[in-house]
């Protein structure tokens, strides 16, 4: 039985989501062995690039591209720089404030995010399905944040608005990978953009601690975030974005919300609160409604109504 291309579009993105659900649980192992943000991000991306590159060589060897135009290379080094590096140096800083399931949650805000830029940045009208999913997940986050304890225990305010700087980075990151998968490979889009946030990373701050020596547990830590989260799942997710849009994309990624949670209560032993739980569960909801709206419209044949 063959696969539509929306069905693997979604079997894509799902799996996807599954290995990003693991990175935070890795980030925060890595702070347990005394690896700082800043080192733990450039080992991430000198693995990345590491694993990127012979397989973009072999890719490239044996089904030619398009030649590498000086905009084209531009486009790449914005999406790396700002969308890639920026993206995950906020969620590494966060992580040190903030708990793994907790910012998680408030990270996966970011498809509402993406149909507002969708509709600031392509002219995309927004209609009252998506103000839904605004409200509810504005609610969601309030409720997630838990104003009555805040400051205390897995959340404070320096880590809520690292994550949700990271969560601005990626929704740049997601839109404008829509556009460059239009002119290049998701191999060639991942390879570059892992490339340019290399770069970033090492202009800003050189890896000198790599000359003091990293330990066995460091290094195999940096090469699992690496292989899991920026090669395998970027390749799955522009995969996916090439089949079905980055809306969709994003949206189908927030099922990472329950696999992250997952994931911290049993290998970090982290417990969300009841508010909590509600909250993550309002976020999810309201991406979802969205995708159902959006879909609904799509299948009658109109637009979402202006508002």
């Given at each position: 039985?063959?696969?539509?291309?929306?069905?693997?579009?979604?079997?894509?993105?799902?799996?996807?989501a599954?290995?990003?659900a693991?990175?935070?649980?890795?980030?925060?192992?890595?702070?347990?062995?005394?690896?700082?943000?800043?080192?733990?991000?450039s080992?991430?991306?000198?693995?990345?690039?590491?694993?990127?590159?012979?397989?973009?060589?072999?890719?490239?060897?044996?089904?030619?591209?398009?030649?590498?135009?000086?905009?084209?290379?531009g486009?790449?080094?914005?999406?790396?720089s700002?969308?890639?590096?920026?993206?995950?140096?906020?969620?590494?800083t966060?992580?040190?404030?903030i708990?793994?399931?907790?910012?998680t949650?408030?990270?996966?805000?970011?498809?509402a995010?993406?149909?507002?830029?969708?509709?600031?940045?392509?002219?995309e009208?927004?209609?009252?399905?998506?103000?839904i999913?605004?409200?509810?997940?504005?609610?969601?986050?309030?409720?997630t944040?838990?104003?009555?304890?805040?400051?205390?225990?897995?959340?404070?305010l320096?880590g809520?608005?690292?994550?949700?700087?990271?969560?601005?980075?990626?929704?740049?990151?997601?839109l404008?990978?829509?556009r460059?998968?239009?002119?290049?490979?998701?191999?060639?889009?991942?390879?570059f953009?892992q490339?340019?946030a290399?770069?970033?990373?090492?202009?800003?701050?050189?890896?000198?601690?790599?000359?003091?020596?990293?330990?066995?547990?460091?290094?195999?830590?940096?090469?699992?975030?690496?292989?899991?989260?920026?090669?395998?799942?970027?390749?799955?997710?522009?995969?996916?974005?090439s089949?079905?849009?980055?809306?969709?994309?994003?949206?189908?990624?927030?099922?990472?919300?329950?696999?992250?949670?997952?994931?911290?209560m049993?290998?970090?032993?982290?417990?969300?609160?009841?508010s909590?739980?509600i909250?993550?569960?309002?976020?999810?909801?309201?991406?979802?409604?969205?995708?159902?709206?959006?879909?609904?419209?799509d299948?009658?044949?109109?637009?979402?109504?202006?508002?």
């Amino acid at each position: 039985m063959k696969i539509s291309s929306e069905h693997a579009g979604v079997i894509f993105t799902l799996a996807s989501a599954m290995l990003f659900a693991v990175g935070p649980i890795i980030i925060k192992l890595a702070y347990q062995v005394q690896l700082s943000n800043w080192q733990f991000l450039s080992l991430q991306y000198l693995w990345s690039v590491a694993l990127l590159l012979p397989l973009y060589l072999l890719g490239r060897s044996k089904h030619p591209e398009q030649p590498m135009t000086k905009g084209k290379l531009g486009s790449l080094a914005l999406q790396g720089s700002i969308g890639a590096f920026g993206g995950a140096a906020f969620l590494f800083t966060g992580y040190q404030y903030i708990g793994a399931a907790v910012g998680t949650v408030i990270f996966y805000t970011y498809p509402a995010f993406v149909a507002l830029g969708a509709r600031i940045f392509f002219r995309e009208r927004l209609g009252k399905t998506h103000f839904i999913c605004l409200f509810l997940t504005f609610i969601g986050v309030l409720l997630t944040i838990d104003l009555q304890s805040f400051g205390q225990g897995d959340v404070s305010l320096k880590g809520v608005l690292l994550i949700f700087a990271s969560t601005l980075c990626y929704a740049f990151f997601s839109l404008y990978g829509e556009r460059n998968l239009k002119l290049s490979s998701p191999l060639e889009v991942t390879f570059f953009t892992q490339m340019f946030a290399l770069l970033t990373c090492l202009i800003i701050k050189p890896p000198y601690f790599l000359f003091q020596g990293v330990s066995k547990h460091a290094l195999f830590l940096g090469f699992a975030m690496a292989f899991l989260t920026s090669v395998c799942s970027y390749l799955l997710l522009f995969k996916g974005i090439s089949l079905i849009g980055a809306s969709k994309s994003a949206v189908i990624g927030t099922f990472q919300i329950p696999f992250a949670i997952f994931l911290a209560m049993v290998v970090l032993k982290e417990h969300l609160t009841l508010s909590q739980f509600i909250g993550a569960s309002l976020i999810l909801g309201g991406i979802i409604y969205l995708y159902a709206g959006k879909n609904h419209d799509d299948r009658h044949g109109f637009r979402q109504d202006s508002c």
